[in-house]
C-alpha cells in the first residue's frame, strides 16, 4: 500500500544515512566523543561508599530546573569546589530520557580539541557544520555539558572555546556548563560579551543543610564531628566523602 511504502522510503533513508554515509568518519567522531563522556561518568563520583552502603545526596530540584529550562539558554553551574557539580550532571544524564541520545559532558580543551574546524578537518575529514548537520533530528534533545570550565578562563583557548560553544548552540545544542563559584561572574562577562545574543541562566548548588546532614547521620549511623568548622565543611559531598573515610 502507499503507507507501507511511505515507512519503506523513511527506513531505506535512514538505513542509507547510517550506513552509506558519504563520510563514515562522523559516525566514529560521535562515538569518540560518547567514549569521552562516559570516561568522564565514571571518575564522576554521586555516591559516598559507607560501610556496605552508598550515601546519595539528592539533585532533585535542580534537575527539575535544568529539564524545565528554555532549551535556548546557556546554563552555568556555580558552587563551590567539591560541593557536587559534576555528580549533578551524573544525575541528570542518568534520569533523563530526553537526555539519552546524544548529551556529552567533556572538559573544555576536550571541546576545543575535538570541535574545533582544524581538529575536525585533520581528524574526521569532515567539518563542524557537517557534525551539526548528521545530529540534527536523529538524536533527539543534544546537550554538551562543559566541565569545570574555569579551566580555560583567559587566553586563546577560552576564545576558541566561545567559538565552538558558539556554533554548536547555533547549530541547536543545549549548552551547560560548570564552574566554581569565584569563576562565575567572570565566565558570565566572557558570555555576555562573545555571546550576547543567548540568554544566561545561573544555577546555584549550594552544601547540604545542617537538617539534611544529620538525616543522613542518624540514617546511615555516622557520627557529626564537635567542632564547628569541620562540620560545616563536611556540608560538601567531597569533604564528607573524606570525613567518612578516616
Given amino acids: 500500500s502507499r503507507l507501507r ?25 560521535v562515538s569518540l566523543f560518547k567514549r569521552i563522556t562516559e570516561s568522564r561518568m565514571l571518575i564522576t563520583r554521586n555516591s559516598i561508599p559507607f560501610e556496605g552502603e552508598n550515601i546519595h545526596l539528592e539533585h532533585r530540584k535542580e534537575i527539575e530546573q535544568l529539564e524545565n529550562s528554555d532549551s535556548r539558554t546557556i546554563t552555568i553551574i556555580s558552587g563551590a569546589g567539591g560541593v557536587g557539580k559534576s555528580a549533578l550532571v551524573k544525575d541528570w544524564f542518568g534520569s533523563c530520557a530526553t537526555c539519552a541520545n546524544c548529551a556529552l559532558m567533556m572538559q573544555p580543551n576536550d571541546v576545543v580539541e575535538c570541535f574545533g ?55 541547536g545544542w543545549r549548552i551547560v556548563l560548570t564552574t566554581r563559584t569565584m569563576f562565575e561572574k567572570q565566565i558570565v562577562s566572557h558570555f555576555k560579551t562573545f555571546m550576547p545574543e543567548a540568554k544566561l541562566d545561573v544555577m546555584v548548588v549550594s552544601p547540604v543543610g545542617e537538617d539534611v546532614l544529620t538525616a543522613l547521620s542518624r540514617k546511615y549511623g555516622f557520627d557529626l564531628p564537635a567542632n564547628v568548622q569541620v562540620r560545616d565543611a563536611i556540608r560538601t559531598s567531597f569533604n564528607l566523602a573524606a570525613y567518612l573515610s578516616c
Fill in 5 to 29: 511504502l511511505g515507512f519503506a522510503e523513511k527506513e531505506m533513508q535512514y538505513l542509507a544515512r547510517h550506513y552509506f554515509c558519504q563520510n563514515p568518519d562522523l559516525w566514529d567522531c
Fill in 117 to 171: 574546524e582544524v581538529e575536525m578537518s585533520k581528524a574526521w575529514r569532515a567539518t563542524t557544520e557537517d557534525f551539526l548537520k548528521m545530529t540534527a533530528g536523529e538524536y533527539g534533545r543534544r546537550v554538551l555539558v562543559v566541565d569545570s570550565v574555569e579551566k580555560l578562563a583567559d587566553g586563546k583557548d577560552l576564545s576558541e572555546l566561545l567559538l565552538v560553544l558558539r556554533g554548536l548552540f547555533v547549530g
